[in-house]
């Protein structure tokens, strides 16, 4: 590597020097909670760490908001419109339909989106 200064050989040097400390602390914690789970007597027959458990999927529900004045999410726009949470954005940066800012995410009331369809089945 070519460096055009001390400073910048310097620089360099510490932080590759702060990487392998970050990695041998990760690697001394992942020790601790080994000798933990050996002391605790958590191995099983063969002396190996058990398994952690799967997670089970997260399954979307279905979205059974009548109100008109219900905010939806993105996603569940998305579920009632069977398109992809990135069309449902598309659409909003298009301005297709309104929606209501509620801190970062962007809501859409249910009436907004009855409209909207409306007006595409009039278009056909």
């Known amino acids: 590597m070519h460096f055009n200064s001390e400073e910048e050989k310097l620089a360099y040097a510490w932080d590759l020097a702060e990487r392998a400390q970050a990695q041998l602390r990760s690697r001394a914690l992942r020790a601790k909670r080994v000798l933990e789970i050996c002391q605790e007597g958590l191995l099983d027959e063969q002396g190996r760490l058990p398994r952690p458990k799967r997670r089970r999927p997260v399954v ?53 989106l009855e409209r909207y369809v409306a007006s595409r089945e009039l278009a056909r």
């Open 60 to 112: 979307s529900r279905p979205v059974r908001r009548k109100d008109p004045d219900a905010l939806l999410s993105i996603s569940e726009v998305a579920e009632l419109l069977s398109v992809s949470t990135r069309q449902v954005s598309r659409l909003l940066n298009e301005q297709a339909f309104s929606f209501v800012r509620v801190g970062r995410h962007r809501k859409i009331r249910r009436a907004e």
